[in-house]
């Protein structure tokens, strides 16, 4: 099989290096297709994310990807975002589980299995924004006025935008997720009470679609999810919500197992997936041969899963697990003294 790699910036080569040497001890005949993307793009091609690069993920349909910087100046706000918008990657899929080994403020966090499917190209991140003053604001402030709405003195905006048709696929991906891979629960996340016409909308479409499946459901507001993730978090299961509070309700459920350098990512179209950390570049440390690998490793066992190859998924994931919990040769950030190479070589020889 064909999978594109994207190594990205920073740790992003050395991660995404020890990944491929993982996918490789599978046996899988894997071939690797590299392209660029991210700020050492620029020199090349002139541009943080090269057609070619796009072309080529969508042609072989998978791809493993690393953190990738966005440099001010080079036109886009984020090329993560473009990426996902010119592959239509409506779905972003984070699940955080607890591993054995890994330091968590939760007291027994090992009942934690919480699956994000957070949508991803709606929303408050569509960068329809309008600055305080600009002309386009002002008419958009005399617009509102002239339709009755009160509003603060000179006001920025940054629109959402939330579509019956983008709410349905995210919540149909997140029910297929679950019916897929056993899970037993959606909990469809918004804020409803108040944002009639988004939040509404996505709730209304929540509900519609839950009827279709033979698996359980609620609905909850967001900031309710934030303190029972908190309070509760092993009460949660799959949760399908909208891109901003996906991005939000990730990162704490990251944050309860440990950490985002261990969790994974799958953002997905109805064709094409790329598979990728959830972490960023870690300037702090590039370089140095010190990134966790795991996030990356478990994003290629994502993408096995995604191709079918869910045995070897299992295997690299058990792989994972056996050498976090054993502890010898982890990465500092797990409290170890070992480097992004001996901890692959430990899960390789695990495999
Ligand atoms: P970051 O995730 O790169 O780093 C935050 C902290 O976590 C740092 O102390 C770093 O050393 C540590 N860390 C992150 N990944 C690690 C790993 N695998 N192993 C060990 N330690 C790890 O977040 P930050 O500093 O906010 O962003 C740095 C750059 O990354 C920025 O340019 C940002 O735009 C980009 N970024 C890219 C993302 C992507 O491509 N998916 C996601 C998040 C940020």
Known sequence: MEVAVIAGDGIGNEVVSAARRVLDATAIDIDFVERPMGKDAIETYGTPLPDETVTTVRDIGYALKGPVETPIGSGFRSVNVELRKRLGLYANIRPCR?????????????????????????????????????????????FLETNGFELPVKPGYSIKPISEAGSERLIRRAFEYAVEHGRKKVTVVDKA?????????????????????????????????????????????????????????????????GGIGMIPSANLGDETGVFASVHGTAPDIAGEGVGNPAAVILSGAMLLDHAGYEDEASRVRKAVRTVVSDGNAVTPDLGGDGSTETMTDAIIDEL
């Open 193 to 257: 009470n108040i944002m009639k016409h988004t939040d509404g909308l996505f709730m209304d479409v929540g509900e519609r679609v839950a009827a279709e499946y033979d698996i359980a459901y609620e609905h909850l507001l967001v900031d309710n999810v934030a303190q029972q993730l908190v309070l509760r978090p092993e009460e949660f299961d799959v949760i399908a919500t909208q891109n901003i509070y996906g991005d939000i309700l990730s990162d704490l459920a990251g944050g309860l197992v």
């Open 98 to 142: 607890y591993m054995d080994g890994v330091a968590s403020r939760i007291d027994d966090p090992s009942d934690i299995d919480i699956v994000v499917v957070r949508e991803n190209l709606e929303d408050l991140y569509s960068g329809i924004e309008f600055e305080k003053d600009s002309d386009d604001a002002t008419e958009l402030s005399s």
